[in-house]
T-cell receptor, first 111, second 119 residues
Framework: AQSVAQPEDQVNVAEGNPLTVKCTYS??????LFWYVQYPNRGLQFLLK??????LVKGSYGFEAEFNKSQTSFHLKKPSALVSDSALYFC?????????FGAGTRLTVKP | DGGITQSPKYLFRKEGQNVTLSCEQN?????MYWYRQDPGQGLRLIYY???????QKGDIAEGYSVSREKKESFPLTVTSAQKNPTAFYLC??????????????????FGPGTRLLVL
């Protein structure tokens, strides 16, 4: 069965510093991996996805994610964090008929 | 939140009452999904539908029912059998795959959610 894990419930960074939100996956077959962001009382917004090709995927709002097959990881990154990046981030893997989500990581960027 | 709307934004349920959450999309997507979000648990799949007049149970379908009479609409009913309905409910849809092997790569797009509270 497909699954993802987000090992950190909370990540705190200072504005202007680089940020990383971690995700590891477990799949049978090819991994199709996604990152979403959720602001309070809102739906999930799609950030980026990895299907195939380059291991570094660029997405919305300056975010990127690095696919690492040997470490079965798909960490979300941004070179310089903004206070407005503070939100709940979900990693997900596409299954046969649905999407499997991690528990989420709350990112707080402090001024 | 794109072309997916959910209503109402907040819904209150009384003991023993069935309530229906609306989900409408104008994206011409074939597939639609319902998820439940509880704090610290991520999203869990309730029901999904790949095509009109067909739907399948997800991981936590007990106490819920759905219908898919139109492509644009996928309402979710929370029945009185659902003993712990307080949660944030999210509807999603995904595009029609291009080619039979591409279903797994399609992105799901989410509505703004409905928060269900029990009185």
């Amino acid at each position: 069965a497909q699954s993802v894990a987000q090992p950190e419930d909370q990540v705190n960074v200072a504005e202007g510093n680089p940020l990383t939100v971690k995700c590891t996956y477990s799949v049978s077959g090819n991994p199709y991996l996604f990152w979403y962001v959720q602001y309070p009382n809102r739906g999930l917004q799609f950030l980026l996805k990895y299907i195939t090709g380059d291991n570094l995927v660029k997405g919305s709002y300056g975010f990127e994610a690095e696919f690492n097959k040997s470490q079965t990881s798909f960490h979300l990154k941004k070179p310089s964090a903004l206070v407005s990046d503070s939100a709940l981030y979900f990693c997900a893997v596409r299954g046969n008929n649905d999407m499997r989500f991690g528990a989420g990581t709350r990112l707080t960027v402090k001024p | 939140d794109g072309g997916i709307t959910q209503s109402p934004k907040y819904l209150f349920r009384k003991e023993g009452q069935n309530v229906t959450l609306s989900c409408e999309q104008n994206l011409n997507h074939d597939a639609m999904y319902w998820y439940r979000q509880d704090p610290g648990q991520g999203l869990r799949l309730i029901y999904y539908s790949q095509i009109v007049n067909d739907f399948q149970k997800g991981d936590i379908a007990e106490g819920y029912s759905v219908s898919r009479e139109k492509k644009e609409s996928f309402p979710l009913t929370v029945t009185s059998a659902q003993k712990n309905p307080t949660a944030f409910y999210l509807c999603a849809s995904s595009p029609t795959p291009r080619g039979s092997g591409n279903r797994y790569v399609e992105t799901q797009y989410f509505g703004p959610g409905t928060r269900l509270l029990v009185l």
